[in-house]
């Protein structure tokens, strides 16, 4: 019975606080593996309990997670400027331990975005990707080129526009010249 109580009332604190932003991540972890824990002593199901909070599992999981830290890193994770939801998909994304070290030193020292990290992990895991991420970039760009062409007009000033040309021609040579010598 009164594992019936703690479910409803982990239930409610956890549905009010996925509508704050401030509410600390670790915090929140701890109250989701608890409800966790209740939900299995109670025969609840996780497609049920996304059900009654409105999240999506991966969310939930994601959140969760962020109990693996080691508490010698926490500080040093609070203090780097990684957000939470950032640091919880580094872990949840990483194979290795090594791995996570690499991944949130470098998106510390870079100051990377979250889709940025994510993409340093599908680097590491496959380095072939970022010659397939950016020749999407290269297509993406051929597309806008296409556009862009045909919007051209006499009555319009390109001269920043053909210096930024310039710009990115130089920058274009720059990494062919990098890519031939990698053959």
Do not use: W
């Amino acid at each position: 019975m009164e594992s019936k109580i703690m479910y409803k009332v982990f239930k409610n604190e956890l549905k009010s606080i996925f509508g704050r932003e401030k509410y600390d991540m670790l915090e929140r972890a701890k109250l989701i593996d608890n409800y966790f824990r209740l939900c299995k002593e109670n025969n609840i199901s996780v497609r049920q309990v996304t059900r009654e909070l409105g999240v999506d599992r991966s969310t939930l999981y994601r959140t969760r997670s962020l109990l693996k830290i080691p508490e010698s890193h926490i500080m040093q994770l609070r203090n780097s400027g990684l957000e939470y939801e950032q640091i919880a998909r580094i872990l949840c994304n990483t194979k290795t331990k090594k791995e996570q070290d690499e991944v949130f030193k470098r998106s510390i020292a870079e100051k990377m975005t979250g889709k940025e990290s994510c993409s340093l992990i599908a680097e590491i895991h496959d380095p072939q990707k970022v010659a397939k991420h950016f020749n999407r970039i290269l297509l993406s760009f051929d597309r806008e080129l296409q556009k862009f062409e045909n919007k051209l007009h006499p009555d319009i000033d390109f001269s920043r526009v053909i210096l930024k040309i310039e710009s990115i021609e130089s920058k274009l040579t720059e990494l062919k010249i990098k890519i031939e010598g990698l053959k």
